[in-house]
């Protein structure tokens, strides 16, 4: 699982997510240690197996910080290579104000003691000991965490490094991020939610109109004018007109401003109410 995107609809701008994991340093035992092909496992402090997981094995995101000493991610990739036998062991980090991914989601990695099977890591690369999040930082950190729970939708936990290991680590508050979090995601929801009605909406809107130009053609011609100006006249409570003239142009007016400008919800709400009503009255 890499490239990830960036989750849509965020109340907020933060640059794509950059892959960069084929651009750091590894081990040169990488795939010979890779080929052990160990999906399940826990490190026993001897042995360091790496492997890949099937995405419904992952249900939590660790959040980290660098620590002291902070340094560049390949400076904590050869660290890590040294010592842990693999690469860096997050898999995704925030550097600089830019989201790199820096390994396959569904690779296991070596972050958090004996939780590595179940869990993606997120580092923030800096020591938060030194001063907490800004509010730039808690962007891309969330932005981050969204895109990974996006990526992974069996996601449902978000832990702090300390609270399944003995660590400071990651010494920012996991409760404020998981409330924070919990509310950008109501967000998004309602967002998605807007987005995806508006062009229901103003197709029928748009019918309403379509309808009423077919219904005016009709008036002016002398065989389907007495049936035409019935049918209008159904209106008239609706639009607040009285003669069929003042209905017609009273829905033109309307149709023309859904179409764009700072009138159209205001145009595409009305429509919708002489929609319900044609459709009662099987005009449309
Ligand atoms: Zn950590």
Redesign the pocket.
């Known amino acids: 699982m890499r490239n990830i995107k960036l989750i849509p609809n965020l109340p907020f701008q933060v640059p794509e997510i950059e892959d960069v994991t084929d651009r750091l340093p590894k081990k040169s035992e990488w795939e010979s240690i890779r080929r052990k092909w160990v999906v399940k496992g826990v490190w026993d402090g001897k042995t360091y197996l790496v492997g890949f997981r099937t995405q419904d094995q992952i249900d939590t995101i660790?959040?980290?910080?660098s620590?002291s000493p902070e340094g560049t991610l390949a400076s904590h990739a050869n660290y890590h290579a040294s010592r842990w036998g693999t690469k860096i062991a997050y898999h995704v980090c925030i550097d600089k104000g830019r989201i790199y991914q820096t390994n396959d989601l569904l690779s296991m990695t070596y972050?958090?003691g004996n939780n590595n099977t179940y869990t993606v890591?997120i580092?923030f690369n800096r020591d938060l000991t030194k001063a907490d999040l800004t509010d730039e930082e808690r962007q891309l950190l969330y932005a981050a965490i969204l895109s990974v729970k996006s990526a992974i939708p069996t996601i449902k936990y978000i832990l702090g490094?300390?609270e399944v290991?003995a660590?400071q680590?990651?010494a920012t508050s996991m409760k404020r991020i998981r409330e924070d979090i919990a509310e950008l995601e109501l967000h998004i929801a309602e967002h998605q939610t807007y987005t995806e009605s508006i062009p229901a909406n103003m197709v029928e809107a748009f019918a309403v109109g379509k309808r009423t130009e077919a219904l005016w053609a009709n008036y002016n011609t002398e065989k389907w004018k007495p049936a035409a100006e019935a049918k209008f006249m159904m209106l008239a409570e609706v639009t607040g007109c009285d003669t069929v003239k003042a209905i017609y142009e009273r829905i033109m007016d309307l149709y023309k401003k859904a179409q764009a400008g700072q009138w159209q919800g205001e145009a595409i709400r009305k429509l919708l109410l002489i929609s319900a009503v044609m459709k009662e009255r099987g005009i449309l």
């Open positions: 660790i959040v980290h910080h620590g972050h958090a890591g580092e490094h300390n290991c660590t680590c990651p």
